[in-house]
T-cell receptor, first 113, second 112 residues
Framework: SAVISQKPSRDICQRGTSLTIQCQVD?????MFWYRQQPGQSLTLIAT?????????ESGFVIDKFPISRPNLTFSTLTVSNMSPEDSSIYLC??????????FGPGTRLTVL | GENVEQHPSTLSVQEGDSAVIKCTYS??????FPWYKQELGKRPQLIID?????GEKKDQRIAVTLNKTAKHFSLHITETQPEDSAVYFC???????????FGTGTSLTVIP
């Protein structure tokens, strides 16, 4: 498995501001993802964080709104920019290790007022 | 792209009974099917998975079956306990692990 930490665990932000979420893994991993989970909903993939190149975004998500950094194989950040109340959600990072097993971070609960 | 459907959306069972959750997928290229359990306020946890070269896999009280021809797979929980109460998600992926498609989730309640 993999030990994954995220910071912050939760935050309350004002609309129009930005928040950067950090994801740290205890081992080097190739595949790292960012998901959003609305209350009572399933997981929606935002993007794949690629080390050394631009992230790959899913339909409906753009780099200007959700810039992602992946400076090395153990760390990534997701920024939620120019936030609105609709961005209130739980944001989770995940990694895929040997055998395609995917493990999730503890999540960041974001509330935008 | 892949489309994963999951049923039922909610399920209530008496403690000790069995629970079955079913998922279907559309892309025949999918060959890895994990199941996640998410307790309230917690992260999704991988509980069992199955690959397309296997028809059934069991781990204590949980088992997963796969029918490649029909493109469906199921999670079976026997002798349910109150601590099994959670939301369960199925997913489909491929060998490369570069994309996971999730079902919509099943909220399981085990009544003591």
């Amino acid at each position: 498995s993999a030990v994954i930490s995220q910071k912050p665990s939760r935050d309350i932000c004002q609309r129009g501001t930005s928040l950067t979420i950090q994801c740290q893994v205890d081992s080097q991993v190739t595949m790292m993802f960012w998901y959003r989970q609305q209350p009572g909903q399933s997981l929606t993939l935002i993007a794949t964080a690629n080390q050394g190149s631009e992230a790959t975004y899913e339909s409906g998500f753009v780099i200007d709104k959700f810039p992602i950094s992946r400076p090395n194989l153990t760390f990534s950040t997701l920024t939620v920019s120019n936030m609105s109340p609709e961005d209130s959600s739980i944001y989770l990072c995940s990694v895929v290790v040997h055998g395609n097993e995917q493990f999730f971070g503890p999540g960041t609960r974001l509330t935008v007022l | 792209g892949e489309n994963v459907e999951q049923h039922p959306s909610t399920l209530s069972v008496q403690e000790g009974d069995s629970a079955v959750i079913k998922c279907t997928y559309s892309d025949s290229a999918s060959n890895y099917f994990p199941w996640y359990k998410q307790e309230l306020g917690k992260r999704p946890q991988l509980i069992i998975d199955i690959r397309s070269n296997v028809g059934e896999k069991k781990d204590q009280r949980i088992a997963v079956t796969l029918n490649k021809t029909a493109k469906h797979f199921s999670l079976h929980i026997t002798e349910t306990q109150p601590e099994d109460s959670a939301v369960y998600f199925c997913a489909a992926s491929t060998d490369t692990g570069n994309q996971f498609y999730f079902g919509t989730g099943t909220s399981l309640t085990v009544i003591p």
